[in-house]
């Protein structure tokens, strides 16, 4: 896919606002188009859902494919928890380590959300993690495309 085509939606609590601030520089350097559906601003006591279900409703609404989401959280669990209650919604998890995860979660599960665990990854590896996982592609495997379709079709 055509990076300048590919639009991002950014969307975190306090607990992954300064992340999320530095993936959108990082990403609008890369040429990316980007949405940012809040926390504009450093709020200590907002609540996750609020954002993460403007993203996954963002990523959902696009059936071109051409809208990925990058959320950021705490642990990035709830935030991915709240966003995989849309169907269509891919969120995957990443929150340090090991990068073949993300590579996985594309190419076998085309993953169109990332939610991003603040607490325990560093800025310089969260850049190299969000790269790898615009830039890995979907498989198109069989297998995969009847797996997605089970999983879209769970109401």
């Given at each position: 896919m055509n990076m300048e085509?590919?639009?991002i939606i950014l969307a975190a609590d306090h607990a992954?606002?300064?992340?999320?601030?530095?993936?959108?520089?990082?990403?609008?350097e890369k040429g990316y188009e980007i949405e940012d559906v809040g926390v504009g601003e450093f709020k200590k006591d907002d609540d996750y859902p609020e954002y993460m279900i403007k993203a996954a409703m963002k990523v959902v609404e696009d059936a071109s494919g051409g809208i990925k989401a990058v959320i950021f959280g705490g642990s990035?669990?709830?935030?991915?928890?709240?966003?995989?209650?849309f169907p269509g919604a891919r969120a995957c998890v990443w929150y340090g380590g090991d990068m073949e995860v993300?590579?996985?979660?594309?190419?076998?599960?085309?993953?169109?959300?990332?939610s991003i665990g603040a607490r325990f990854v560093d800025e310089?590896?969260?850049?190299?993690?969000?790269?790898?996982?615009?830039?890995?592609?979907?498989?198109?495997?069989?297998?995969?495309?009847?797996?997605?379709?089970?999983?879209d079709s769970i109401e």
């Open positions: 085509k590919l639009k992954g606002f300064r992340l999320k601030e530095a993936v959108k520089s990082f990403l609008q990035g669990q709830g935030e991915a928890m709240v966003a995989n209650r993300l590579k996985a979660s594309r190419n076998d599960n085309d993953s169109n959300m990332l310089q590896g969260l850049k190299r993690a969000v790269e790898l996982w615009l830039s890995t592609p979907f498989s198109n495997e069989e297998r995969h495309k009847r797996r997605i379709g089970q999983m």
